[in-house]
């Protein structure tokens, strides 16, 4: 079963060798649609960077065979290496994150897919994004038009770069 972002608020993160509470998990990925990494945005600790894979257990949490000391701060992280990158942050939670750099914020704010955007004459609005069950790839932008009609769009029919260009 997929994983979707709206699923990714408020988690418990398995490492391999302790447990993370979360408050969001983003993933960031690239123009092919694969997982650079997860954004885990922690309880009560500046947010980290994780690689894939992430997956959900059989008790419903999240998981992943990292170890805690793979995750790396997100400071550590070169503000030109989310040029390339996409997610997906209905709240907007960048914004006013604590513990992340000016400079920072505005590295992520422009890889935010949670803007509108046109698809064959029609006004779409992101509703979600499903990721494959081992975390690794974006499976499809979930879309609803101005009558509520969910579109799934894939890879075959969307360039990231072209449907969301930076500005």
Do not use: C
């Amino acid at each position: 079963m997929a994983l979707t972002q709206r699923n990714l608020v408020n988690r418990r993160l398995r490492l391999a060798d302790g447990e993370i509470v979360t408050k969001y998990v983003f993933p960031f990925w690239n123009l092919e649609w694969k997982v650079a990494f997860h954004l885990v945005d922690r309880l009560g600790r500046e947010p980290a960077i994780l690689h894939p894979p992430i997956h959900e257990d059989r008790e419903r949490h999240l998981a992943s065979p990292a170890k805690m000391s793979d995750l790396r701060g997100l400071e550590s992280m070169d503000p030109a290496g989310f040029k390339e990158l996409y997610h997906y942050d209905p709240w907007w939670v960048f914004r006013g994150i604590a513990g992340v750099s000016d400079e920072l914020k505005r590295a992520i704010s422009p890889t935010n897919i949670s803007k509108p955007f046109h698809h064959d004459r029609r006004h779409w609005k992101v509703h979600d994004v499903e990721i494959a069950p081992d975390g690794g790839t974006v499976l499809a932008i979930v879309a609803k038009d101005d009558a509520f009609r969910r579109r799934d769009f894939t890879a075959a029919d969307l360039d990231l770069g072209s449907t969301w260009p930076r500005k």
